[in-house]
């Protein structure tokens, strides 16, 4: 067979385009401790804040200045702490803004401006913070990994072989690649009070493949990440009010909503279905309950889940009469089972995307409306909630 010159130059053609869109992996943590004043790997480009409960690190990876699709990948086990916890994988681009990095390594202060209610700080992005924007929300389950040595299997379902060494998340961030291209920070906060902890994989994967490359604009975040933060139990008072400005019209704008309730024990937020209302410009572009129901199918990541017996009645074959037959039986319920605000135990917290269409530039207004229960003595109460908006100019 004879090679032509146009045969040649379309199979190098196609090779070197096939090795372009090969995927590009960074690893920014690898096997890495997360925990209340407990062990460290002592790595040099690690930053530990709020006695290790926050890691970050410095990030550099290729530009792609034709853009390019970006996942993010979390693997999680437990180090010994065994309950359900809070979790935030987030980015920072410029450490020459503020953000709660640099305020709680050097001890700033939130502006007045990002407060809600005169208590909680660091809430809302002003001309001069941004609140952190999420790359990850998730929820650990009850001792993945380190008690998965099934010394806990009377507490283990007969349909469950075995508990899962890890748990893993992963979700599309193509949106955010203005964020985590070039130079940026990568940090994770475990809401861990234990010295034990967890340890923590997370990698991020680009295909190079062209797309186009949106603006993003924070807007809120109540997570309480650093000292000076208070626990964002205020959606019982009221809403949270943010103004924000566009200094160019702005085309397909979306907005990305990411809710998860907690606290209170039976009876609270965590476990009952409170509607989440948000609006932009006075309009309602959100009206919904976040629910998590399908929380049983996370059962084997949970061995250290609480488990009690409930009598209920099972329909069953028997092989001799050739029938069906009625029995009562006592089944296993696990905390871990239970429905909950918008997650469970060992899962992610996926955004709500909001399609805006265009907005002109100038000052627009949001309001995010969530009733509440209101926190008191150990009920803790409160809504972890942070948003942003995508645009193209």
């Known amino acids: 067979m004879k090679l032509t010159p146009l045969f040649v130059t379309l199979f190098f053609t196609a090779f070197f385009s096939a090795k372009a869109q090969e995927n590009i992996t960074h690893t920014v943590f690898k096997n890495e401790p997360i925990n209340f004043g407990g062990e460290t790997n002592n790595e040099t480009d690690i930053t530990r804040l709020e006695n290790g409960r926050i890691i970050y690190k410095k990030i550099t990876v290729p530009s792609f200045p034709k853009g390019t699709d970006v996942k993010i990948k979390v693997s999680l086990r437990s180090n010994g702490d065994r309950w359900d916890k809070s979790g935030s994988c987030f980015v920072v681009k410029d450490l020459n803004e503020l953000s709660i990095l640099n305020i709680s390594k050097n001890n700033k202060e939130f502006p007045s401006t990002s407060t809600v209610y005169s208590k909680f700080k660091g809430v809302k992005a002003t001309e001069n913070y ?198 009562e039986i006592e089944e296993r319920i696990a905390s871990s089972d239970l429905s909950r605000s918008n997650w469970c135990p060992g899962s992610y917290a996926k955004p709500f995307v909001i399609d805006l269409g265009d907005l002109k530039a100038g000052k627009h207004t949001m309001q995010i409306l969530i009733p509440a229960t209101a926190a008191y003595d150990d009920k803790l109460n409160h809504w972890l909630v942070s948003a942003y908006i995508t645009y193209e100019d």
């Open 130 to 327: 941004a609140p952190v924007i999420e790359l990850l929300r998730f929820m650990t389950p009850f001792g993945v990994g380190y008690y998965s040595d099934n010394t806990v299997k009377y507490r283990r379902p007969v349909y469950i072989p075995t508990w899962e060494k890890e748990v893993v998340w992963e979700q599309d961030i193509s949106h955010l690649k203005s964020l985590v291209s070039n130079t940026f920070y990568v940090g994770v906060w475990l809401d861990t009070w234990t010295s034990e902890g967890y340890k923590v994989d997370v990698d991020l994967i680009y295909s190079n493949r062209p797309r186009k490359t949106l603006k993003v604009l924070p807007l809120v975040n109540t997570i309480s990440y650093v000292n000076g933060q208070s626990l964002p139990d205020f959606f019982a008072t009221g809403p949270l009010d943010q103004n924000f400005e566009l200094l160019k019209n702005a085309k397909n704008v979306r907005l990305y909503f990411t809710t998860t309730g907690h606290g209170g024990h039976e009876g609270g937020d965590e476990f009952i279905k409170i509607k989440n209302s948000i609006f932009i410009d006075n309009q309602m572009v959100l009206d919904t309950i976040p629910w998590r129901d399908d929380c049983a199918s996370f059962r084997r990541f949970n061995p250290t889940s609480g488990v009690w017996l409930k009598k209920d009645s099972a329909s069953y074959i028997d092989f001799e009469a050739k029938a069906y037959k009625i029995k």
